[in-house]
């Protein structure tokens, strides 16, 4: 399939025929694995050779396309398509007698119609030449000849119902974008009404309903966005399956459009693929359907990422629920008329490169990557993996006042955050949308957002506010604290609003439909609120805070589009950016913070698609932007405002405040997120990192520095780069920066580890450093410090402090630790292990680490945590690195006490067996003092250490993982 569409390539180069004689020697080499298996049939038995004309004829595409160009050129299927439509089809409207005075008046006729035709198409792409795709010239001819000028734009369809309103256009679309193919369904389906059962008989879908719940699921978290196949069924444990219909439509006809494999700025003429199940009376006793084949991996990217070579596997494999973290698809995308569906092989592939005469063991032994809890494989943070590593942390770790029974508004995790200002409703009254000249953005009692509405007032500024209308933001959280944590703005049964479905008061009259509020409605709003605090008279003096010179603005340019991610597709309803960042590509990397709508119930229920979507964009965010302390985002659910704080210690989610009875507080959340210091969004003011529009503009920062950072003492640390970053959020998060000390003259790297750990260990790692300095081989302690805030050691409590005054058993914390942020500066800076150089290289390695290790336990020091990511190679030497986890050695004992660390891989038989034991023992009883503690001894270490050193001899043989 590779020598396929390579050959069809308009524009050939050297490097694709080099790459076309590649394709054809591995199927030449592999080509008997058909025969052993019978898979080349004949009519009534296998046939034992491979005596075919064509896989011949295939040795000269490569000598051909030297001599006379591209082979496309030369394509039979011009004079083929001339052939039917200049003799057959005219023949067919004859009566097969005198052809030539029936065809010449049949195909003058039929010229003059095209002629109209042709005149009708130009006029429409005069009106609309926004539409018009691109044509590639070195096919325009052969296009032209061939009859396959596209007609069908699906494309600028599908861009066309992106930018037009939800409300005026049928929903779902039923046109529709993924990666590089655009789907389109027919407005009416072929069957409407039929029940699930039917449909899983009639097509032999057994797990048709699993497949639904699974979909609905997906659809809650990512909302219209594109769904990835072949994912297999996660556990129904935690989610019954219940599906809120039983009746379905079905389409027999799908149309899909591609973009070109070679030039993807040419748009392909429409395909359709078809399906219909058994039926013995139309002749297809089996069914009738199209095979397609089907990218099943949001890390490969058709057409670029190509075809890959699958390895060897067993036919069923496709059927069995795999593991994508490990196997992937690539996507070939044909279609081709069959009666049965196309098995697909899993292809493996692995996060380290391996040298081109990697042989197929090689490829075997790297198809499961090296573990570790700091690198995901492939597509490691996709949305069902995100959600799951999030539901782990989240137990236990979430606050939700409105859950706390007399829980004050003053209280709130809301006045803690946003801070309170001297604004009073006379001066929410006056804001203005288009700043003078438009309607009032809060009037009657409630926000309009109507913003497209021009102000009938002649004198706008003229008019105040009635005196008891006068109440200022002490008079509204008074307000709030009398509702406390019952106030809701939905009705008695706390679901929907009352006013929302309030009917007329007259028998027999129509019921006047609320409009709906969109994300664009919401950005105006902001900008509005934003623009006045900025540039009114008199209002920012209000504000508790110096305005920041920090320009930032709030957009609704992704709630129809996800934001760049190769992992995970997340629509932020309205996002806040820089504004320096404005017109750039846009990264979760980029995201200060977010909010998120909709007309769901948030107190009642948790387990909605808000709450998900929230907690993953803070993930996300947290990701790209490990340096931050917290994340603050917003949601609005039944016209209730929300705070949510991530953090380490967890979720806190703030009092619902209505937002329309509460206007101040509305406003002051914008004003604190839009024009007060970054530090209220969670950006720590003793590190920088630099935006790209930052960059170069601090000339004191060395060339290729990304930031800095200063510790207690007012020393400035250079930041050069990221290194390594944990891929938990909740009390396990660690960065790791390679560092430079400006002021030392010979340039030399250092590593800091920058990491929120437990009161218990605050000082752990450093005394285990201490101890061990001076030893060879082993990470050497430079500097070390407690993160600052506010003059006092920053950790997780201040935060969590504030709710011991209420019912444990009315909070989900129980899993509580109060973390302190903490950095640690050490050298060297090496590189991974595997990126040794040679074979020798890595033996002295592992053999300087036996001694090294010799000499930590004479101190009475055991690592107990050894993995491939806690060691380091620089300049050819081998270090051990990360004690958190290691123990202190009493006098005459020869073991540690612990419950059991490390990666399972590596971990020694004994301590393992210990640790499955414990696991027994949870299931049983919640009780920690049931627990048996686990002794870790001097050997345990080696163990693990030798699994390593087996690992790296037998999966590389002496290559580097990496290619430098």
């Not at 590596?906 to 301590?911: A, E, G, K, N, T």
């Given at each position: 399939m590779d020598v396929q569409y390579m050959a069809q390539s308009p524009l050939p180069d050297e490097n694709l025929l080099v790459r076309i004689d590649r394709s054809l020697s591995i199927f030449h080499e592999n080509?008997?694995?058909?025969?052993?298996?019978?898979?080349?049939?004949?009519?009534?038995?296998?046939?034992?050779?491979?005596?075919?004309?064509?896989?011949?004829?295939?040795?000269?595409?490569?000598?051909?396309?030297?001599?006379?160009?591209?082979?496309?050129?030369?394509?039979?299927?011009?004079?083929?398509?001339?052939?039917?439509?200049?003799?057959?089809?005219?023949?067919?409207?004859?009566?097969?007698?005198?052809?030539?005075?029936?065809?010449?008046?049949?195909?003058?006729?039929?010229?003059?119609?095209?002629?109209?035709?042709?005149?009708?198409?130009?006029?429409?792409?005069?009106?609309?030449?926004?539409?018009?795709?691109?044509?590639?010239?070195?096919?325009?001819?052969?296009?032209?000849?061939?009859?396959?000028?596209?007609?069908?734009?699906?494309?600028?369809?599908?861009?066309?119902?992106?930018?037009?309103?939800?409300?005026?256009?049928?929903?779902?679309?039923?046109?529709?974008?993924?990666?590089?193919?655009?789907?389109?369904?027919?407005?009416?389906?072929?069957?409407?009404?039929?029940?699930?059962?039917?449909?899983?008989?009639?097509?032999?879908?057994?797990?048709?309903?699993?497949?639904?719940?699974?979909?609905?699921?997906?659809?809650?978290?990512?909302?219209?966005?594109?769904?990835?196949?072949?994912?297999?069924?996660?556990?129904?444990?935690?989610?019954?399956?219940?599906?809120?219909?039983?009746?379905?439509?079905?389409?027999?006809?799908?149309?899909?459009?591609?973009?070109?494999?070679?030039?993807?700025?040419?748009?392909?003429?429409?395909?359709?693929?078809?399906?219909?199940?058994?039926?013995?009376?139309?002749?297809?006793?089996?069914?009738?359907?199209?095979?397609?084949?089907?990218?099943?991996?949001?890390?490969?990217?058709?057409?670029?990422?190509?075809?890959?070579?699958?390895?060897?596997?067993?036919?069923?494999?496709?059927?069995?629920?795999?593991?994508?973290?490990?196997?992937?698809?690539?996507?070939?995308?044909?279609?081709?008329?069959?009666?049965?569906?196309?098995?697909?092989?899993?292809?493996?592939?692995?996060?380290?490169?391996?040298?081109?005469?990697?042989?197929?063991?090689?490829?075997?032994?790297?198809?499961?990557?090296?573990?570790?809890?700091?690198?995901?494989?492939?597509?490691?943070?996709?949305?069902?993996?995100?959600?799951?590593?999030?539901?782990?942390?989240?137990?236990?770790?979430?606050?939700?006042?409105?859950?706390?029974?007399?829980?004050?508004?003053?209280d709130s995790i809301f006045c803690e955050l946003i801070r309170t200002s001297s604004l009073q409703l006379q001066h929410i009254n006056k804001i203005k949308y288009h700043k003078k000249d438009g309607s009032s953005v809060y009037t009657q009692k409630k926000w309009n957002f109507n913003w497209r509405k021009k102000s009938k007032t002649k004198d706008p500024e003229s008019i105040d506010t009635d005196a008891t209308d006068l109440i200022d933001s002490d008079e509204e959280v008074e307000g709030l604290d009398s509702h406390g944590s019952t106030i809701f703005s939905q009705g008695t049964d706390g679901t929907w609003s009352d006013d929302e479905y309030k009917g007329s008061e007259n028998t027999g009259s129509k019921r006047k439909r609320k409009k709906r509020l969109t994300e664009r409605d919401l950005q105006y709003l902001f900008h509005a609120i934003q623009w006045a605090l900025r540039n009114r008279s008199g209002y920012p003096m209000k504000l508790p805070f110096e305005i920041s010179p920090i320009e930032r603005y709030w957009s609704a340019e992704f709630a129809n589009s996800p934001i760049q991610d190769p992992y995970n597709a997340q629509k932020p309803d309205v996002a806040l950016f820089y504004y320096k960042n404005k017109h750039r590509e846009k990264t979760w990397a980029d995201v200060l913070s977010f909010m998120e709508h909709t007309s769901s119930n948030l107190t009642v229920m948790h387990d909605l698609a808000v709450y998900w979507r929230s907690a993953t964009k803070a993930y996300l965010i947290m990701q790209e932007q490990p340096w931050r302390c917290f994340v603050l985002a917003y949601s609005i659910c039944t016209d209730d405002l929300h705070a949510h704080y991530f953090d380490c210690l967890g979720l806190i989610i703030s009092l619902p405040t209505p937002i329309h009875k509460f206007p101040i507080c509305v406003t002051e959340a914008v004003a604190t997120t839009a024009l007060a210091d970054p530090q209220y969004l969670g950006l720590n003011p003793t590190i920088h990192m630099c935006i790209p529009d930052c960059q170069g503009t601090h000339p004191s920062l060395a060339v290729g520095a990304k930031g800095w950072v200063i510790n207690n003492s007012g020393k400035t640390y250079l930041i050069m780069d990221t290194l390594w970053k944990s891929q938990g959020f909740f009390c396990h998060r660690t960065v790791c920066y390679c560092i430079r000390d400006p002021t030392n003259p010979d340039g030399k790297d250092y590593v800091m580890k920058d990491c929120w750990v437990p009161e218990a260990k605050r000082y752990h790692e450093v005394d285990v450093l201490e101890r061990v300095k001076g030893i060879p081989n082993v990470i050497e302690l430079m500097d070390h410090w407690d993160v600052m805030c506010n003059g006092e050691p920053d950790c997780t409590a201040w935060i969590h402090n504030r709710y011991q005054q209420f019912n444990p058993e009315d909070r989900d914390d129980h899993r509580f630790c109060n973390q302190f942020h903490w950095r640690i500066v050490m050298t060297p800076c090496g590189e991974l292990l595997s990126d040794f150089s040679s074979r020798k290289e890595l033996i002295c390695a592992f053999r300087d680490f036996v001694v090294a290790h010799r000499l930590m336990v004479k101190r009475g020091i055991l690592h107990g945590d050894l993995s491939p990511n806690n060691f380091i190679i620089y300049e050819g030497i081998g270090y051990f690195i990360d004690f958190y986890h290691a123990g202190f050695i009493e006098k005459g004992k020869a073991s540690t006490i612990s419950f059991g660390t490390g990666?399972?891989?590596?971990?020694?038989?004994?301590?393992?067996?210990?640790?499955?034991?414990?696991?027994?023992?949870?299931?049983?009883?919640?009780?920690?003092?049931?627990?048996?503690?686990?002794?870790?001894?001097?050997?345990?270490?080696?163990?693990?250490?030798?699994?390593i050193f087996f690992e790296y001899v037998a999966k590389y043989g002496g290559h580097m993982a990496y290619s430098h």
């Open positions: 080509k008997d694995i058909i025969l052993s298996l019978g898979a080349r049939m004949g009519t009534k038995k296998p046939i034992d050779n491979l005596f075919i004309p064509k896989l011949e004829l295939m040795q000269s595409i490569t000598a051909s396309s030297r001599k006379v160009g591209a082979l496309i050129q030369w394509s039979a299927d011009t004079t083929e398509h001339a052939h039917i439509s200049k003799i057959k089809d005219p023949v067919r409207h004859t009566n097969n007698n005198d052809y030539d005075p029936q065809i010449c008046p049949l195909k003058s006729s039929c010229a003059h119609s095209n002629s109209e035709e042709f005149l009708e198409n130009e006029v429409d792409e005069e009106d609309d030449e926004d539409c018009d795709e691109l044509t590639d010239p070195r096919t325009a001819l052969l296009e032209e000849l061939n009859h396959t000028c596209i007609t069908t734009k699906y494309f600028s369809k599908a861009r066309q119902l992106v930018a037009t309103r939800r409300d005026n256009i049928p929903h779902p679309p039923r046109t529709f974008v993924a990666a590089s193919t655009t789907i389109h369904l027919n407005f009416f389906p072929t069957h409407t009404g039929l029940k699930i059962d039917e449909v899983t008989d009639d097509f032999n879908i057994p797990d048709l309903r699993q497949v639904l719940s699974d979909f609905l699921q997906c659809n809650t978290r990512n909302g219209e966005a594109g769904h990835g196949l072949g994912v297999p069924r996660r556990s129904l444990i935690d989610r019954p399956l219940t599906l809120p219909f039983e009746h379905i439509q079905v389409w027999h006809v799908v149309c899909l459009q591609q973009v070109s494999f070679h030039n993807a700025s040419v748009i392909l003429p429409a395909q359709t693929v078809h399906a219909s199940p058994p039926s013995p009376i139309s002749g297809w006793p089996k069914g009738q359907w199209d095979a397609v084949l089907i990218n099943v991996d949001q890390a490969y990217d058709w057409p670029k990422s190509g075809l890959m070579e699958p390895p060897e596997t067993h036919p069923d494999a496709p059927h069995q629920h795999t593991d994508t973290s490990s196997y992937q698809t690539p996507l070939c995308s044909t279609l081709s008329n069959s009666e049965s569906s196309c098995k697909l092989p899993m292809a493996t592939t692995s996060l380290f490169k391996l040298p081109e005469d990697a042989t197929s063991f090689d490829l075997y032994l790297c198809g499961a990557s090296l573990s570790s809890a700091g690198f995901p494989p492939i597509g490691g943070r996709t949305v069902s993996t995100v959600k799951g590593l999030l539901r782990s942390e989240l137990d236990g770790k979430v606050i939700d006042e409105s859950n706390l029974k007399k829980m004050k508004f003053t990666i399972i891989l590596y971990i020694s038989m004994h301590v393992l067996k210990m640790m499955c034991r414990n696991a027994e023992t949870m299931k049983k009883t919640a009780d920690a003092n049931q627990l048996h503690p686990i002794k870790h001894h001097v050997c345990d270490d080696l163990e693990s250490m030798f699994y």
